[in-house]
């Protein structure tokens, strides 16, 4: 099968640090390879892939310090319809933007939806765009856009050698990801602080947080028991997830899948996580950690959490959340298409 990966250009694919759909792109891309797909992937120039990659802006938007980033995708769109004759399939990871002009070409395709679909302006767009077929990262993803023409939710999967299994944690909780006010650090915070652990705070800061985080969070980094590493790469991400005692996933916001909870599995590390969005999908309930509505839950199940097995945490990964079991997924998602294709133009 031929087929066409679409990327975002904000981030390299895969990233250098935080970015998870980039990630996720690259994960498939990469494995799609190895199953033996012809693969094109449209990113930007400083990607790396085994796939044929088609550079759009020579470095990512990010790094690159872009003032005007959709100017840069209306040239990635521009590439990618140029060249259709060449794909089988093509596999947008760009939310909405390519939607009217995919309503006005004849080729199969599919989106992956990676943010958050609760927002006030989807709506519109979704009704009047009810023929887009489009993928899920999770089911509760789905909730806010029942008009839209789902046709399947594919979990994010890992390579199964990405990340380390941990057999004996050091005793250190650890919060990682991005600080903004949906993520919740300060909860992790107080959960650290009634337990009496010491917490790894591993996050990046975007330029969109930093009042946030200067007004509200900065000054209780000043307690003893809290070291701030700031934005990781994969290695330091892949010891820090391994060393914890337990991964504190307090999300107040409807989390579209969580990257980082199935890379904790994949170390052997139980996720205590709010059940917002994907996590109670994720989180089997007393298996591979716990779901708690609140603080005071939180740190009875901190002390719960030598009763959770590491060697389960891993298996849950292993049998659930791998690169193989995304793509295959997404393979059975393409031929899917490509039948309903052929039988429209038979029709």
């Known amino acids: 099968m031929k087929i066409a990966q679409v990327a975002p250009l904000y981030e390299s694919v895969p990233p250098h640090g935080y970015g998870g759909t980039e990630r996720v792109v690259s994960y498939l891309t990469e494995e799609l390879v190895r199953l033996g797909e012809e693969v094109t992937l449209f990113a930007s120039g400083d990607s790396k892939t085994a796939a044929h990659l088609i550079p759009i802006s020579p470095r990512s938007l990010r790094l690159g310090k872009a003032v005007d980033t959709l100017a840069h995708h209306i040239v990635l769109l521009e590439e990618v319809f140029q060249r259709l004759d060449q794909f089988d ?21 599919v989106t992956t939806l990676h943010g958050r679909l609760d927002l006030p302006d989807l709506p519109p767009v979704y009704n009047e765009f009810p023929d887009m077929p489009v993928v899920s990262i999770s089911h509760s993803q789905r909730r806010p856009l029942p008009q839209a023409q789902w046709i399947g939710t594919v979990y994010h999967g890992l390579p199964a050698d990405s990340f380390d299994f941990q057999e004996k944690p050091e005793d250190y909780l650890l919060f990682l990801g991005r ?9 992790a915070i107080e959960i650290a602080r009634r337990t009496g652990r010491k917490l790894k705070i591993a996050a990046k800061i975007d330029r969109a947080d930093r009042y946030y985080f200067n007004k509200h969070i900065k000054h209780l980094l000043n307690e003893p028991f809290i070291e701030f590493i700031g934005e990781v790469r994969l290695a330091e991400k892949n010891k820090l997830l391994g060393g914890a005692f337990a991964f504190l996933f307090p999300i107040d916001w409807p989390e579209p899948f969580g990257l980082v909870m199935i890379e904790a ?18 989180i089997v309930e007393g298996e591979t950690g716990f779901i708690v509505e609140d603080i005071d839950r939180a740190v009875e199940a901190v002390g719960k959490i030598e009763q959770i097995s590491r060697a389960r945490c891993r298996r849950e990964f292993e049998q659930r959340f791998t690169d193989r079991h995304m793509a295959e997924d997404y393979i059975r998602i393409y031929q899917q298409l490509l039948n309903r294709s052929s039988t429209q133009v038979a029709a």
């Open 89 to 109: 399939i093509v596999h947008f990871h760009i939310d909405y933007l390519h939607f009217p002009l995919s309503r006005r070409a004849s080729f199969a395709h």
């Open 179 to 187: 600080i903004s006010p949906e993520k919740r650090v300060d909860r």
């Open 265 to 282: 599995l994949a170390c052997g590390t139980p996720v205590i996580g709010f059940p917002r969005g994907s996590v109670p999908e994720i």
